[in-house]
């Protein structure tokens, strides 16, 4: 059983979109996070939600929102793609008081 | 905020050898978790080893091994008798330890590329 899913795997679209990733876990976790590794291998944490309220917002631009619909999902949906925002996005889960945060496969966006 | 630094965006090491990875780190958190983890070509995040702030003892598993010096925020990474398999990329990375803790993302070095030698 995967612990924690993406889809896609790989997303290719272009400049000017709006995109969705979504993020499943089944580990019964009530924390969940996005990560952003940029083409230099550089992984930053982008939110994290605890029983559907958002804790960390980071500098992201505001064309990135996360949206959650249950304690189990936690979706990443991304308006007006730029260039920039090409890079290997990385969904994982934790549980409360926990130290081990569960990644999924990560999903590559690519803007063209 | 916290950083943590990697020095070495590459090494290599011939197989069956040892190598060690640094990572240092700036908090003014007194309890905190430090973690090495894996990232090979398939891209998955591997948890690889941790150790938490308040504990004097370095953390082991396996073949990997840490060097915590809190005094100094350091904390290396040993690898001994390497494996092909061993080649990834390697993160360092810092979580803080709230009582209320897990809503905190890691902060993340920016890396250190393994390369095992035949």
């Known amino acids: 059983d995967t612990a924690v899913s993406q889809t896609p795997k790989y997303l290719v679209t272009q400049m000017g979109n709006d995109k969705s990733i979504k993020c499943e876990q089944n580990l019964g976790h009530d924390t969940m996070y996005w990560y952003k590794q940029d083409s230099k291998k550089f992984l930053k944490i982008m939110f994290s939600y605890n029983n559907k309220e958002l804790i960390i917002n980071e500098t992201v631009p505001n064309r990135f929102s996360p949206k959650s619909p249950d304690k189990a999902h936690l979706n990443l949906h991304i308006n007006s793609l730029e260039l920039g925002d090409s890079a290997v996005y990385f969904c994982?889960?934790?549980?409360?008081?926990?130290?081990?945060?569960?990644f999924g496969p990560g999903t590559r966006l690519t803007v063209t | 905020a916290q950083t943590v630094t990697q020095s070495q965006p590459e090494m290599s090491v011939q197989e069956a050898e040892t190598v060690t990875l640094s990572c240092t780190y700036d908090?003014?958190?007194?309890?905190?978790?430090l973690f090495w983890y894996k990232q090979p070509p398939s891209r998955q995040m591997i948890l690889v080893i941790r150790q938490e702030a308040y504990k004097q003892q370095n953390a082991t598993e396996n073949r990997f091994s840490v060097n915590f010096q809190k005094a100094a925020k350091s904390f290396s990474l040993k690898i001994s008798d390497s494996q092909l398999g061993d080649a990834a990329m390697y993160f360092c990375?810092?979580?803080?330890?709230?009582?209320?803790?897990?809503?905190?993302?890691?902060?993340f070095g920016k890396g250190t590329h393994l390369i095992i030698q035949p």
């Open positions: 994982a889960s934790s549980r409360k008081g926990s130290y081990e945060q569960y």
């Open positions: 908090t003014s958190e007194s309890d905190y978790y």
């Open positions: 990375a810092f979580l803080p330890m709230y009582s209320g803790g897990g809503a905190d993302g890691l902060t």
